[in-house]
């Protein structure tokens, strides 16, 4: 499954616990060889509590402005979300398969039928 595949399907999933689930933040410092930027993400449960976390990237460029290598880490907080929003939180020792699979498991909980590869 594709970065791309998987962030489509984790906002879908994060609402149905957070219905009102966006980025409520962005921030980007440039360098002489990339850029770092942190994104805030969030929404509100049911009962009107925030859930939220950082996230940090962190981009190097060539002289061409390519990306030449890239890694995102997050805040202690997301364990918290992805209890509140997943029921389970890592680490996942099997990777991405694993936290896919719990995906998985809340959107066909909702009812909301889960892509096949």
């Known amino acids: 499954m594709t970065v791309q595949q998987s962030a489509t399907m984790e906002a879908p999933t994060y609402c149905i616990t957070l219905p009102d689930w966006t980025i409520l933040g962005f921030q980007c410092w440039p360098s002489d060889n990339g850029f770092v930027m942190q994104s ?60 896919m699979a719990a995906v998985a498991r809340k959107m066909q909980s909702a009812g909301i039928p889960f892509p096949h590869q």
Do not use: W
Not at 43 to 68: M, P, Q, S, W
Not at 78 to 87: A, E, S, W
């Open 40 to 99: 805030h993400f969030g929404g509100h449960d049911r009962d009107g509590v925030l859930h939220d976390f950082y996230a940090y990237g962190f981009v190097l460029t060539n002289e061409k402005a390519e990306i030449t290598h890239c890694k995102t880490h997050v805040s202690p907080e997301y364990n918290d979300f992805l209890d509140v929003v997943l029921g389970v939180y890592g680490p996942f020792r099997n990777g991405a398969d694993e936290y």
